[in-house]
């Protein structure tokens, strides 16, 4: 079935007063007279592509003009009025008609009625604009990295570890529902690896493992959360971005993450125009703006410190107290990127009690080298920190925990041979696109979301 | 810690003369009277770099010239012997000591040996190697798409539904070991997701739902099969790119199948000569004509009633019976790609009840519009069809196999509304990096692979 993408005829003057055959979904359509229009997309435009029918030379079939219904058509690429080119059709060929109880008919439809449709949502221009930012986006990450030096591994996602030493996880078994065990011990001893295992909340561990070989590397995969939580920022199955860098302490970390962020943006707004247009005119007004700030401005970096002081002087009434200790809440990251900076920031330096053992303490005994990155609207969307490097400050913290310590004898050797100060942190990659696209509802940037209770 | 990576010390003219720092894990050292050497490397390149030391200007730590140590060297690139540029220093500091129980002196380890030790092996010149190489195949396979208007989509990982029908699955459950449910549905009922889940075993039917409206789109992500089987090409964490492709029928996707592997080859060949030329002289002599044999010539395209002719034919005497309607066994492949072919090889239209009911069914009523692709060494590294679009034709195939018609209800409807031909294809990921490295155990190219009763 040769033929040539919507996009490249809609966009590439070479074809202007040829023969091109094209194939796709009816979008629109009018009839008169003497003419007919429809409008057609395959997927690969958010612009479709016009396709003029001159009644008194082409016969089409009715069904061929129906919203949703698939058609490939045949003529001349001409130049359109809105767009480079549009099509005089010579044939139209009915692929698959679309019934009268075609669900998503010519009117507009609430993002929450389109997610009881995931499989045909991804018909609209929202989530056609969607996808295509998501999928450019995944790609600068990789372009990135790539041509930094770095090796993109793919860490176990079913692991008989814990990256965040609690943490709710789902269990991964070829048992399930039995009654034929008394204890769990008999139950996992008998299932497919021997020994209880879980999906991967971080690749962290193993990304560790590879870079004290690789020296830099990236994983780039699903990680998995429990979390018994419904709210439009959490699901329970997400992708994540996870760089390692052997010989980067805190503020190499910091300035790597700024600048890959950044390139993301840059490269989104260069190759996704439209799309971003569109959600600016739809979603979030001042996107575009938003956006170029980003690019052209330093990211702010406060100490954890000064921000719990910069809180308890904002005059503010919050929900949760602030003091020194408290882990920040929502509201008071809120308060931070979006009333005070109105920008991406880091906080650095968080007390040591509410972060994880392999964080590198810092001198002053009471803090660790790590960092969130908080953004307006969307809150944190990168969590990072130097790992700690010394064999004895490991075990003492892990020891504090009441960790076991030999389920972690891999990553506590890194510590034994040849060990380097290292640092890398975790991308929430829906969360970063929620603030690329200003899609507030973290259910609309992925193709089937899962949360608690929702499996379609 | 500024510091400037091996691979650009080592290969960039600019730096010779100039004094630059790296840091990186000591793979050599020799010491003599005057002079001391050793080779170091941050694992960003297969070659290390060599540091001199002049003992009469620097007195140089014991410690920082042991195998596996970590050090930091600041000094003059100087043009090398065997590299453009090595390094005389001026300053060794020691980052982190590797004592003498370190497993990996310097002399041959089997892979076997090897892989009891997932954690310290990738230090070894076998991973470097196959890990860069993987990850320059994982973003070639972005680039082929991208730079074809595919669409990257994240089909979800945890599912309700079963892609191949039956097949061995993994639960996903937040309960695991309990005596407290009686029966399954109310242990399910109870689960994260108030019904049973599984981890998926391919991403085919969601990503048939991204093509039906973004045209051509393409999955790369982890599949999960729990096989209870042990040879050196199935485990049970796999990575797996699926492209899907509206409007393309069977010859369509054997072209792009064949196109997008011909890109990846070319590709590694370009970016990675030095590890091929590795692989070439340590693993699999001739490597290198094997993949440029491939990138030059047509693949070769079999019709499975062909197939089962040759294999009557041929004289000879194997394990498995050989007629129309059985499955091709691993003795069968290797006999024609190996003995016949010595190429890649699409076997073509398989009798319909040895595959699935989503592939679309010949008008002679016994065979289906499906293809293997099968290469020399590893045998099938894609499985391929055209979808079965008409509805009638896909209920009636689901019905045949009893299957639950309304656990398919989303991928039924896409028969419903403007079903168009389309076609799609699963590659093994690890496939193809076994037959590009030469590596002849798919647990070699993974960073911890996951078999039954293995999880360390």
Known sequence: MKHLDVKDVLTNKEYTGKEVTVCGWVRTARDSKNMAFFELNDGTSLKHIQVVIDKAVLNVDDEALKLGASVKVVGTAVEGRQELNEINAKEVVLLGASPADYPLQKKRHTLEFLRTMPHLRTRTNTFNAVLRVRSVMANSIHTYFQSHNYVYVNTPLITGSDCEGAGETFTVTTIGHSDKYKTSDEYYA???FGRRATLSVSGQLEGEVAAMAMGKIY???PSFRAENSNTPRHVAEFWHVEPEVAFAELPDIIEIAEDMIKYIVRDVLEKCPEEIKFFDERFEKGLIDKLNNLINNDFAILDYTDAVKMLEESGKQFQYPVYWGADL???????????????PVFITNYPKAIK???MKQNPDGKTVAATDLLVPGVGEIIGCSEREADYDKLMAAMKERNMKIEEYADYIDLRRFGSVPHSGFGLGFERIIMYVTGMTNIRDVILYPRTVGNIR
């Open 190 to 192: 008998d299932d497919f």
């Open 219 to 221: 994983t780039f995969g």
């Open 329 to 343: 809440q929502t509201e008071h990251e809120r308060y931070i990127t979006e009333e005070v900076y109105n920008k």
């Open 356 to 358: 994880s053992f392999y």
